[in-house]
């Protein structure tokens, strides 16, 4: 009998896949990348059609020579990898470094890992695609290029440490020109205006709209006030009752972009978050004593289901649910986005017949949450629209004499069938909120009209808002930035090197952030364009596609851009780049004008005279939270203080009295409530000197947020 031996990336994977197997299989995990290139060099042969140079990694080497006594006592090796470029290219690199003498090498590829999926596989086994092999490698040196030449460019015009990433730049970019955007903004004042009229008895609300048949724009309360009256003096008339039937189509499942969109916004998941416990899902969970992979691939732009699943779905829904819920053919969808389907399948359950509510004693809080979402969006998505009756009122105030005609109008909706929201609702709040019940039928024939009351109510325009997870990622993919696997790597990447931060769900570029993004728009502008950032994901998928050579992608990237950093090198000063203006501050040694210039922490004034004069002041602003206990040297209140070296007391009377403590917490409860701020890291219980018990988060330094009010965060 041969022995087989399959080689997949993930440890959890590997033992769910030991038990579908008999005794001559043998499953072992490269966890993740076993080789990349070098941190030390370049390690890109430019000369030699632009060669990577991989180097085995130091922590894998021990696991390879594990990976090839597998491989020695084997006859057949199979590369059971992930379903995408990163998997294939796994693969690929196992191929290169194992000795297989004249073993058989085979790939499978399953997008659920189930043994009926494991054993179609096998059945179905094929050679490695070298076009998503190439497409990694291309993605992989170009980013090492720009990672390698530009980095160095901003240590020297900048400061020591940045970085700078081909598609983390452009999502950079974005958020930085949303706070531009916020910080321009000009706050205008208008009035809205409602009127209430008895109509056969029964007190309707409407909302003016227009004036002689153009919107109506209120722009002061004198404005108002003169409508007002025009209103109360006209002559009321009901116009017209328009019935309408509105279906709302269920969405298609879930693919990679818009699970981490949903999770953000419906159960206040972060990207990073959402992907770690789908990878959980997807790898398998212990339900009740059965190894079981809950969810198929979690990194697809796909939106099709397989017909098998498609079956299972529609049998589910006509056993559990009327034969109205269920569509007489299957519901299609298709994907609207241009993106490369790297898997078959939109996300789904593994098996259906797992019901969430079923299977909840098996799974932590935050897995239930996601596998309730995916497994409620999948069955949804095979069901029958929700249908509404729409009911519009409009309504009219003539003043003859003035020639003044005011529109009025007032919308009702009812549910009159729920389909597929029955389960799965896809508004983010309750679906009550959206409905208001109306005795329709008292307005079959009108009777009579009268004017009640108008009110007025004063509104200011607001700045379009920051990004969230949920709104980067859609924007990501609208613009063409990154791929589906990628979006999650660039938000981290992103907060890691502190060019955001995440301040309740929201992006706030730091001031690191904002000159780093300033100086690739105005030197090395295509690193940030939108376009080009899409058009290089577009000839990667190409790549994968077979449809263009890799080496020219790179080529055509590499030397205009090399000989662009040269370029740089000599005519950009530092100067140009920290010095970001003249402040209205005097030095505090000398008293000369101050300069606001860029520091390791943020923004910070230094003397005008500098290096003459060293003078210098922080411009970090410290948040403040009192707490109940006295500075022992004043006896004054002392205070919590958010530095740029983490939390510590302080005295309220500062800088009279310069009293400090650091913030030191032994005593930490971890609680299974997620971080309301960053949404990665855990609620943790912790106490003060005095014993009087806060809230944090796990995730400090990098999350600094606190509260002492629990119940607010369960909220």
């Not at 706050?187 to 056969?200: G, L, Q, R």
């Not at 796909?302 to 269920?326: A, C, G, M, Q, T």
């Not at 995916?374 to 929700?386: D, L």
């Amino acid at each position: 009998m041969s022995k087989s031996l399959i080689i997949v990336e993930s440890p959890t994977k590997a033992v769910t896949l030991s038990k579908f197997l008999d005794k001559d299989y043998t499953v072992i995990a490269t966890k993740g990348h076993i080789e990349d290139l070098p941190k030390s060099k370049f390690g890109i042969d430019v000369d030699n059609h632009f060669a990577p140079e991989y180097t085995i990694l130091k922590d894998k080497e021990k696991l390879l020579k594990e990976i090839q006594k597998g491989v020695n006592n084997a006859d057949d090796v199979y590369i059971a990898t992930d379903p995408d470029r990163e998997g294939e290219a796994i693969g690929w690199h196992l191929l290169q470094n194992l000795k297989l003498d004249n073993k058989k090498v085979l790939r499978i590829t399953f997008h659920e890992i189930t043994k009926n999926a494991l054993l179609e596989a096998l059945k179905n086994a094929h050679d490695l695609n070298y076009d998503l092999v190439n497409s990694q490698v291309a993605r992989r040196v170009l980013d090492r290029v720009v990672g390698y030449k530009l980095s160095p460019l901003l240590w020297e015009k900048i400061r020591y440490g940045l970085s700078a990433g081909r598609v983390q730049s452009a999502a950079l970019k974005l958020i930085v020109d949303r706070e531009k955007e916020i910080q321009a903004f000009q706050t205008n004042e208008y009035w809205n205006i409602t009127s209430d009229f008895n109509i056969n008895s029964i007190v309707i609300t409407f909302n003016l709209n227009k004036l002689n048949s153009k919107k109506i724009q209120i722009n002061n309360e004198d404005e108002a006030n003169n409508i007002l009256k025009d209103i109360s003096s006209g002559k009321s008339h009901l116009k017209e009752i328009k019935n309408t039937q509105i279906k709302n189509n269920p969405k298609p499942p879930y693919t990679t972009s818009t699970l981490q969109q949903d999770a953000n916004l419906k159960i206040g998941f972060s990207s990073k978050k959402t992907m770690m416990i789908a990878q959980m899902l997807y790898e398998g969970l212990d339900i009740n004593g059965e190894n079981v992979g809950l969810i198929t691939y979690m990194r697809t732009d796909s939106v099709s289901l397989s017909d098998n699943s498609i079956n299972e779905i529609r049998s589910f829904v006509s056993k559990e649910y009327p034969k109205e819920y269920l569509p007489n053919s299957k519901n299609v969808y298709k994907v609207k986005t241009k993106l490369a389907q790297e898997a078959h399948e939109a996300i789904r359950p593994s098996d259906i017949s797992k019901i969430p509510d079923k299977i909840k004693k098996y799974l932590t809080p935050d897995q239930y949450k996601l596998y309730k979402l995916i497994w409620s969006r999948a069955i949804a998505s095979q069901m029958n629209p929700a249908i509404y009756n729409n009911k519009k009122l409009l309504l009219d105030v003539k003043l003859e004499k003035e020639k003044k005609i005011y529109d009025f109008s007032s919308n009702f909706s009812d549910l009159a069938f729920d389909g597929y929201k029955i389960i799965y609702n896809d508004d983010n709040k309750k679906e009550n909120d959206n409905i208001i019940k109306f005795p329709f039928n008292v307005l079959s024939e009108i009777k009579s009209v009268l004017f009640i009351k108008s009110d007025k109510s004063q509104h200011f325009t607001e700045p379009p808002a920051r990004y969230n997870d949920a709104s980067l990622i859609k924007k990501c993919e609208e613009s063409g930035i990154g791929r589906p696997s990628t979006y999650s790597s660039i938000i981290s990447t992103l907060i890691n090197r502190t060019y955001i931060e995440r301040k309740e769900r929201h992006f706030i570029p730091t001031d690191t952030g904002m000159v780093v993004s300033d100086f690739l728009e105005k030197y090395f502008s295509n690193i940030v364009d939108i376009n080009f950032t899409s058009n290089m994901e577009d000839d990667l998928d190409k790549v994968a596609s077979g449809k263009l050579n890799w080496e020219k992608v790179v080529s055509d990237f590499y030397y205009p851009f090399d000989k662009d950093i040269l370029k740089k090198e000599k005519t950009i000063e530092k100067s140009d780049v920290t010095n970001l203006g003249k402040s209205d501050e005097k030095c505090p040694e000398c008293g000369s004008d101050m300069f606001i210039k860029l520091g390791r922490y943020g923004k910070f004034l230094s003397c005008s005279r500098y290096p003459d004069c060293k003078g210098m002041k922080s411009m970090v602003e410290i948040e403040v939270q009192e707490v109940d206990e006295k500075c022992p040297e004043c006896g004054s209140e002392l205070v919590l203080k958010k530095g740029r070296f983490g939390d510590f007391f302080a005295c309220s009377r500062y800088p009279d009295c310069k009293y400090t403590k650091s913030l030191k917490n032994k005593e930490k409860k971890i609680l299974e409530l997620s971080c309301p701020d960053c949404g990665e890291g855990k609620i943790v219980e912790l106490r003060n000197k005095r014993g009087q018990i806060f809230y944090g988060c796990s995730n400090y330094p990098k999350c600094h947020f606190t509260s002492n009010n629990l119940d607010k965060i369960k909220s």
